[in-house]
């Protein structure tokens, strides 16, 4: 990103399946992008056999509208952060919650975020450098926007909470 867009940061939030979790996080103040994906798997084909990647969503937001902690507060908000490998019924290691940055001042603040909690020893939420991303295939992208009764593990009433 350019000096411009200097403001503009870049996390990647694993928490179960991607559609609601965009679908969350694409509303949320400071955020400007998001895009459904797979983090540090190993492979750029998406018809490859299950390669250890975890279904996230790249999410950009400017830093003077959004804070990590701010956005770790939200995140909290449709995670069950003590649930190893499953949100809801999905269930492997595909659905596993993290949270990815290339950025380390990214990863140390979210580990300061759960850290702060007085449930942290509790918390599976794997906190590491992104390695690799591959984009979705186009189906998955803002796929509850576009299908709005499809099924989803976050309920309605938290899903769209911050709406405008």
């Not at 999905?90 to 919650?97: A, N, Q, S």
């Not at 290339?102 to 140390?108: A, E, I, Q």
């Not at 942290?120 to 803002?142: C, G, K, T």
């Amino acid at each position: 990103m350019n000096k411009e867009n200097s403001h503009l940061n870049e996390i990647y939030l694993a928490g179960g399946c991607l559609w609601g979790v965009q679908e969350f996080v694409r509303h949320l103040p400071g955020v400007t992008f998001t895009e459904a994906g797979r983090a540090n798997g190993r492979e750029c084909n998406l018809n490859a056999e299950y390669d250890g990647y975890a279904e996230c969503v790249r999410t950009r937001f400017s830093s003077t509208e959004l804070s990590i902690p701010e956005l770790m507060s939200y995140f909290f908000e449709i995670i069950d952060p003590y649930s190893l490998n499953r949100q809801g019924p999905d269930i492997g290691l595909k659905y596993r919650t993290g949270v990815y940055s290339k950025n380390p001042s990214h990863l140390t603040e979210v580990r300061e975020f759960i850290d702060a909690r007085e449930d942290s020893n509790r918390i599976v939420v794997e906190v590491l450098p992104l390695l690799f991303y591959v984009r979705s295939a186009e189906e998955h992208q803002d796929r509850l926007t576009k299908h709005p009764m499809e099924k989803c593990h976050i309920p309605k009433k938290i899903l769209l909470k911050h709406k405008c």
